[in-house]
């Protein structure tokens, strides 16, 4: 068979779609093509037939994917499908819930480019509590403060860029936003149901109407909504868990530096250099660590120097770097986590937002004197928090500051702090998530140097690659 490409699909936006639904009826849906797609294992026809067969018998496709996706289990079908979705009016809050789902594409406004206005979520529970008129005071005193921290900066000479960036660390993590969202049909269900047992009112709302917005486009492909306990309940089981871990056991330490380097593979070097004489020598795995091992560190060096010759400025590093893992604790404010959590190839498990974490203080409130502003309307966001937590449970959380800071447990391989480094260690990244990807950098050079020799920002990268080969 000779090699043919042909497009098959692509997203297109929704009121082009609704013109072609009201010619094209019912087979203007993405089921079309996960029909198609689903034949191709075990229909001999060619895969524009089968979308052509498809395209003309709608029902008969959605019976296909379901008996396909949900009764035979072959999930991945569903993938073929993509929706995009516009969402507005959600909290910073519920964002970070949503975009920890990592098998789909987010855009989101930023609060680091926008000057942000008086929009705020106010959760069902606060209102449910009797709570709206405090709460509501108590983030007009915040919008207020955000105003004050950005005129006095801009009025102290910094740049107005900096100045919005930098008075966002009051804001609360209520404030409303905007995002598009693009999801495939298998992920979008997972979503659905996840956030239909999330402990916060406005997720589930969400959940709902996602489902309301998608089911009628993919009824084939979205067939659970509900939880089971095994996510449902996960809060009460993490509450057994808690129980069966004596107080002293699990005692709290003070914060150290914001960034730890848990755990590591042993002798990283070693591993990575035997990954790369793996894929290079064709040898098991046991004879290329050992090969490893017998070439001393100067022959460990120059075999992953050889494997970073080449690189330029945009360019991954290869698969073989994934064989070395890093596991990081890391303190981090909610500015900064809105940034972290961005990065999908990774594992994250994120604590709840915690005052006795105390701030992260940007360098512009020392300069503009407005450290005090900034304390002060933490200690009065701590103050509602801490009244209300019993009461409100995650909810209370809508209160606190992007200032405020939680703890994380962040998991990625070497190839993807490489990427991380990159864009976080770079000069155009914002303050508080470059000083944490340097300091990850600091600590895997000094797990495996060899391996850690180009990690760094973009801006740095022609350098570094120059002192390590200056012969190029
Ligand atoms: C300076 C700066 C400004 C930013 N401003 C904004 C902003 O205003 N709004 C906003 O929403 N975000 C913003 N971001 C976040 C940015 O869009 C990325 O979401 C974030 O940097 C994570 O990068 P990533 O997607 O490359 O990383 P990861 O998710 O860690 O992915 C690593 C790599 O895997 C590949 N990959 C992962 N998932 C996919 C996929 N689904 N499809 C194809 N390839 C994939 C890509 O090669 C990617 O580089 C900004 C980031 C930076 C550095």
Not at 72 to 101: C, I, M, P, Q
Not at 289 to 303: D, H, M
Request: aromatic share 6%; with cysteine.
């Amino acid at each position: 068979m000779a090699m043919k490409v042909q497009l098959a699909g692509f997203n297109v936006e929704a009121a082009l779609l609704e013109e072609t639904r009201k010619r094209f009826g019912e087979a203007v849906t993405p089921e079309v093509i996960s029909a198609a797609y689903a034949r191709i294992s075990r229909d001999p026809r060619n895969v524009s037939a089968l979308r052509k067969e498809a395209r003309g018998a709608v029902e008969k496709a959605r019976r296909s994917n379901e008996r396909i996706v949900f009764g035979l289990g072959h999930a991945s079908v569903a993938e073929h499908a993509v929706v995009n979705l516009d969402l507005t009016g959600l909290s910073r809050l519920a964002v970070e819930e949503l975009e920890s789902f990592r098998l789909a594409s987010y855009t989101e406004k930023s609060q680091r480019y926008i000057r942000l206005a008086r929009d705020v979520v106010v959760p069902a529970e606060i209102k449910e509590a009797r709570l709206e008129r405090e709460f509501r005071s108590l983030v007009g005193d915040l919008h207020d403060a955000y105003e004050t921290a950005y005129r006095s900066m801009a009025a102290s000479g910094e740049d107005p860029g900096r100045a919005k960036e930098d008075a966002r660390y009051l804001m609360p993590l209520a404030t409303a936003t905007q995002l598009g969202m693009t999801v495939n049909a298998r992920e979008l269900e997972y979503v659905i149901r996840r956030l239909a047992g999330h402990p916060l009112d406005e997720l589930r709302e969400l959940s709902r109407r996602i489902f309301k917005a998608t089911k009628g486009l993919i009824p084939s492909l979205i067939r659970y909504a509900e939880p089971g306990p095994h996510y449902r309940e996960m809060p009460d089981a993490m509450r057994e868990i808690a129980a069966m871990v004596p107080r002293r056991a699990a005692k709290r330490e003070p914060i150290g530096a914001s960034v730890r380097l848990v755990d590591v593979t042993p002798e990283a070097d070693t591993r990575l250099a035997a990954g790369i004489i793996f894929s290079a020598r064709g040898v098991s795995m046991r004879e290329a660590g050992a090969a490893a091992a017998r070439l001393g560190s100067k022959g460990r060096g120059r075999v992953i120097a050889g494997a970073l010759k080449r690189i330029e400025r945009h360019d991954s590093v290869w698969r073989e770097f994934e064989t070395v893992q890093f596991a990081f604790e890391i303190v981090l404010s909610a500015s900064c986590y809105a940034q972290l959590k961005r990065h999908r190839i990774a594992t994250l498990l994120p604590q709840p937002y915690d005052p006795r974490l105390g701030l992260s203080i940007p360098e512009t409130f020392v300069r503009a004197k407005r450290v005090a502003l900034l304390r002060d309307a933490a200690g009065r966001a701590g103050r509602f928090y801490g009244s209300h937590a019993r009461k409100l449970g995650r909810a209370a959380e809508y209160s606190l500051l992007n200032a405020h800071r939680r703890r994380v447990l962040f998991c990625l391989n070497l190839r993807e702090l490489y990427h991380f480094s990159r864009l976080r260690s770079d000069m155009t990244a914002q303050w508080e998530i470059r000083m944490i990807s340097d300091e990850m950098c600091r600590l895997a050079a000094e797990a495996g140097p060899f391996g850690a020799l180009l990690l760094g920002g973009k801006d740095g990268f022609a350098e570094k690659r120059r002192a390590l080969f200056p012969e190029e």
